[in-house]
C-alpha cells in the first residue's frame, strides 16, 4: 500500500510519562507558595555563593599541539625573557618622550617588579646611543611602546591585577604622557560587559509583544518574569562553575542571550495552553497539570533538542568552543526549569484571574482536538471561523505550494549569496569602540609604525640538533630568509638564546592583524620560508605570538565546521525521526533549517565583512567573520528553529492521527500556532537583535546573526515553506521504513490532551 493511502496511524500511548508531567504541574499549582519560595532561596543563594566565590571570564586561544603553542614552549625552556604572552603598553605626547626617561625607566622597573613579569623593554635606547631603526620608538619620536611578557596571558590574570599596572605608569601619566594597553593587556582593561540596556530594550519590546498578543498584562508579564529569574538563575549557576574552569568573555553573554530568548519561548508555549484551557472552563490546577503535560512535553523536546545541538560542539575538540555550548546550554536548562515548574506555580497563583488587567479582549484559540474556544466540536465548514486569517492563509498555500515553495526558496537564496565569499579571522582591536584602552593603543601603534605593529610574530628556530659548527650557516641563511620578506613591513635579525640552541626573531607584518594578508604571511612563513631556510640542517622552526596561535585556532576552527555541522544536523535528523515517525519529516525539517542558517550567514557577512550597516551598527570599517561565530550560530540556530518544528509539527502530527487528513492537519496546525508562533518569533528577535548595541563586535555578530535566523525560520520557513512542502508530501511525510520504526525509541512530544 502507498503511503499516500495509508490510514493514520494510532497514537502510541504513554500515560505514565503524561501522569508523571501532570501530576508535576498540578503540585506546582496547588502548591505555588513553596514553589515561588524555593525559587526565591535558590536565586538567593546561587546569587550570594556567585559574589562569594564565582569565576572570571577570558579568552584563551591557545591549543595545546599547534605550531604556535610548540614555539611557545621552546622558547620557554632555553629564553623563558623571550618567551611567555606579550603586551604593549603605548606612550605617546606631542613632546620627545626622550624628555621623560626618568619617569620611562621608572615605570619599567616598576612593571618588571610584578608578579607574572618576565622582561619589560623600553621605548628608549641606553644613554649615548641612538635608537634603532623599526624599534620600539618612532621616528618622530612621539610614540613609543614598552614590551611586557607575562608568563601566562593577561586577560587570565583578573581585573585585580590592573592596579598594579596602573600604578607602575602613574609617574607617566602624571607628567602628561598618554599610557594605552594594547594586546591582550587591553583586552583586560576593558569595561566590564553591560548587557543591561540589551536586556532593557529586549523586554520592552516583549511586552509590547505579548499585550498585543494575549491582551492582558498578567498574561504578558507571566513568560518574561519567569524566563527572567530562570535567566538570572542559570547565570549565577553559570558563574560557579566558571570558578572550576575558564570560560570565554562573551560566555556570560551569549548565555543571557539564549536564556533570556528560549525562556520567554517555552513559558510562551505552556502559557498559551494553559489560557485556552481556563477559556474552555477547566479547573486552574488542572489547567496548569495538563498544560505541563502537553506543550510541557514539547518544551522539555526542544530544551533537550537545543543542549544536544550545543553538545554537539564538543566535536570541534576546542575547549573554548565546547566551554561556550555548554555555558548556553546551563541558561536552556534552567529555563526548562523554570516553566515546568516555577510558571505552573505562578498560574496557581493567579488563577481564574489571567485576564482581570486586560487591554483587549482575549481571543481564543482552537484546540489540539479540533474543538473551539467554548469547547464545541468544529467541523470542517467552521474551520476557517476557527483559525481566521491564518487558517485562510494556509489553505491558499495548499492551494497553490509550488509558488509558495519556489517563493521562499528564492528569498533564502538571495540572502545566502555573500556566504560564498566568507572571510573567517579574528575580529583585532581596531574594531573596539574609541572608549577602549586597547582601540586607542592600536590606532597610536598604526598610526606611529604601521597597522602590522600591532600583530608581531615571533620567529623560533630550535638548532638543539644542529651541530655548533653549523649554527651560524642556519642564522645566516633564517635572516637572509626574512630580509626583504613580501607581505612584511620589518624584521630584526636573529638573536640567539644564552645556550645557543635556539634563535629567534620578530616580524612585523606590513598588514593589520585581522587582514588576509597577515593570515597569510603566517601561514607561508611556517609552511615555506622557514623549512626552507633550515632545510637539510636537522633545525626545526615555528611560529609564534598572539597572532600566529589566533591563526592556528582559525585553521583548526576552519578544518571541523563541516564535522560538526553534520552531527548537529544528524542528532537533530534523529531527533525529529523519533518524535514525529516521519523520515520525509525529518529530512525535510534539516533541509530547510540548514537554508535558513545560509540566509543568516550571508546577512551577517553582508553587514560586517561587506560594511553594508556596520558602521550604523558601531563597527569601525570592515571586519572577518570571528573565526567561531559561524560554528555557534550554526549549534544555536538549529537548537532553536527545533522549537517552531516541534511546536508546529505535533500540531500537525496530533490532527493527522486523529482525521488522516494531512492538508487539513497543516492547516488547522498553522491556524491555531501561527499567532503564537509569531509572538514567541517577535520576542525572540528583539532579544537578540537589541545585543547589536553591546560594545562587544562578537557580541553584535552573534546578536545580528541570531535575530535575522529567527526572522527567517518563523517567516519564509514556517509560513513558506513548511506548510507548501507539507501539502506536496502529504501523507508520505509520515511513513518510515518498519526496520527504523521498530529500532527507534518512542518521543511523544504533546501526548495529545492529557
Known amino acids: 500500500m502507498p503511503p499516500s493511502a495509508r490510514p493514520a496511524p494510532s497514537a502510541p500511548a504513554r500515560p505514565a510519562r503524561r501522569a508523571a508531567l501532570r501530576r508535576l504541574g498540578e503540585w506546582c499549582a496547588r502548591h505555588w507558595l513553596v514553589v515561588v519560595l524555593l525559587w526565591i532561596v535558590a536565586l538567593a543563594g546561587v546569587q550570594a555563593a556567585n559574589r562569594a566565590v564565582g569565576g572570571s571570564y577570558s579568552d584563551d586561544f591557545s591549543l595545546p599541539g599547534t605550531q604556535a603553542q610548540q614555539g611557545r614552549d621552546v622558547l620557554q625552556a632555553h629564553e623563558p625573557a623571550a618567551a611567555g604572552t606579550s603586551s604593549q603598553v603605548v606612550l605617546h605626547d606631542a613632546a620627545q618622550l626622550t624628555a621623560f626617561q626618568p619617569q620611562i625607566a621608572q615605570a619599567v622597573s616598576s612593571l618588571q617588579q610584578l608578579p607574572h613579569v618576565l622582561s619589560v623593554q623600553s621605548p628608549l635606547p641606553p644613554p649615548g646611543q641612538s635608537p634603532p631603526p623599526g624599534g620600539p620608538l618612532a621616528p618622530d619620536g612621539l610614540t613609543g611602546y614598552l614590551t611586557v611578557r607575562f608568563d601566562t596571558s593577561p586577560a587570565l590574570l583578573g581585573t585585580g591585577f590592573l592596579p598594579g599596572v596602573d600604578a607602575a605608569v602613574a609617574p607617566l601619566r602624571a607628567a602628561g604622557v598618554q599610557v594605552e594597553y594594547g594586546g591582550p593587556l587591553g583586552e583586560l582593561a576593558r569595561p566590564a560587559a553591560d548587557d543591561r540596556s540589551s536586556e532593557a530594550i529586549g523586554f520592552a519590546v516583549a511586552v509590547v509583544v505579548l499585550l498585543v498578543g494575549f491582551g492582558s498584562v498578567i498574561a504578558a508579564g507571566l513568560p518574561l518574569l519567569t524566563a527572567l529569574v530562570a535567566a538570572v538563575a542559570g547565570l549565577g549557576a553559570l558563574g560557579l562553575v566558571a570558578a572550576l574552569s575558564t570560560f570565554a568573555t562573551v560566555a556570560p553573554t551569549l548565555a543571557t542571550m539564549i536564556g533570556i530568548g528560549v525562556g520567554i519561548d517555552y513559558a510562551l508555549f505552556l502559557l498559551t495552553r494553559h489560557r485556552q484551557n481556563l477559556m474552555d472552563g477547566v479547573d486552574p490546577v488542572a489547567s496548569a497539570g495538563r498544560a505541563v503535560a502537553t506543550s510541557g512535553r514539547a518544551v522539555l523536546v526542544s530544551g533537550c533538542t537545543v543542549i544536544i545541538a550545543l553538545s554537539g560542539l564538543s566535536v570541534s575538540g576546542i575547549s573554548f568552543i565546547a566551554k561556550l555550548g555548554a555555558a548556553a546550554a546551563v541558561t536552556v536548562v534552567s529555563a526548562v526549569l523554570g516553566a515546568l515548574t516555577l510558571l505552573p506555580a505562578l498560574m496557581g497563583l493567579i488563577g481564574r484571574r489571567m485576564d482581570r488587567f486586560a487591554v483587549r479582549r482575549p481571543v481564543a484559540e482552537a484546540g489540539a482536538d479540533g474543538q473551539d474556544g467554548n469547547g464545541q466540536g468544529a467541523d470542517e465548514q467552521g474551520a476557517d471561523e476557527q483559525g481566521g486569517a491564518w487558517h485562510r492563509y494556509a489553505r491558499r498555500v495548499e492551494a497553490r ?166 552531527v548537529v544536523v544528524g542528532l537533530a535528523f ?107 518569533a517577535l520576542i525572540m528577535v528583539s532579544v537578540f537583535a537589541a545585543f547589536v548595541v553591546s560594545d562587544n563586535v562578537v557580541v553584535k555578530m552573534m546578536g545580528l546573526g541570531l535575530a535575522v535566523s529567527v526572522l527567517v525560520d518563523a517567516t519564509v520557513v514556517r509560513l513558506l515553506l513548511v506548510p507548501a512542502v507539507m501539502t506536496l508530501l502529504g501523507a508520505a511525510a509520515w511513513w518510515t521504513p518498519r526496520f527504523l520504526d521498530r529500532v527507534l525509541p518512542h518521543i511523544d512530544a504533546e501526548g495529545g490532551n492529557a
Request: glycine share 10%; net charge neutral.
Open 401 to 566: 505550494p509550488w509558488r509558495y515553495l519556489v517563493a521562499g526558496v528564492v528569498v533564502l537564496a538571495v540572502l545566502s549569496i555573500p556566504l560564498f565569499s566568507i572571510q573567517l579571522g579574528h575580529v583585532g582591536d581596531g574594531a573596539d569602540p574609541t572608549g577602549f584602552t586597547d582601540r586607542r593603543a592600536y590606532d597610536l601603534m598604526s598610526q606611529a609604525f604601521g597597522p602590522g605593529s600591532n600583530a608581531p610574530l615571533t620567529v623560533v628556530v630550535d638548532q638543539s640538533d644542529v651541530p655548533a659548527g653549523a649554527r651560524a650557516g642556519v642564522q645566516a641563511s633564517v635572516q637572509q630568509a626574512l630580509t626583504g620578506l613580501p607581505g612584511a613591513a620589518s624584521s630584526t635579525p636573529p638573536q640567539t638564546s644564552p645556550d645557543g640552541a635556539v634563535l629567534f626573531a620578530t616580524v612585523i607584518p606590513a598588514s593589520a592583524p585581522q587582514d588576509r594578508a597577515t593570515t597569510d604571511l603566517v601561514n607561508r612563513l611556517a609552511d615555506t620560508v622557514l623549512p626552507g631556510a633550515v632545510a637539510g640542517s636537522g633545525a626545526r622552526t615555528y611560529v609564534t605570538g598572539n597572532t600566529a596561535a589566533q591563526v592556528d585556532f582559525l585553521d583548526i576552527v576552519s578544518s571541523r565546521l563541516v564535522p560538526i555541522i553534520a
Open 574 to 680: 534523529l531527533i525529529i525521526l523519533a518524535v514525529f515517525r516521519g523520515l520525509l519529516v525529518a529530512v525535510k525539517a534539516a533541509v530547510l533549517n540548514l537554508l535558513s542558517i545560509a540566509a543568516s550567514y550571508g546577512v551577517v557577512v553582508a553587514v560586517f565583512q561587506w560594511g553594508w550597516g556596520g558602521p550604523a551598527l558601531g563597527v569601525a570599517g570592515k571586519v572577518p567573520i570571528e573565526s567561531y561565530v559561524p560554528m555557534m550560530m550554526f549549534a544555536i540556530v538549529f537548537g532553536l528553529s527545533m522549537d517552531y518544528e516541534i511546536f508546529l509539527l505535533s500540531r500537525v502530527h496530533e490532527a493527522w492521527l486523529r482525521t488522516g487528513r494531512s492538508q487539513d492537519a497543516v492547516a488547522h496546525a498553522l491556524g491555531i500556532t501561527a499567532r503564537v508562533i509569531t509572538c514567541a
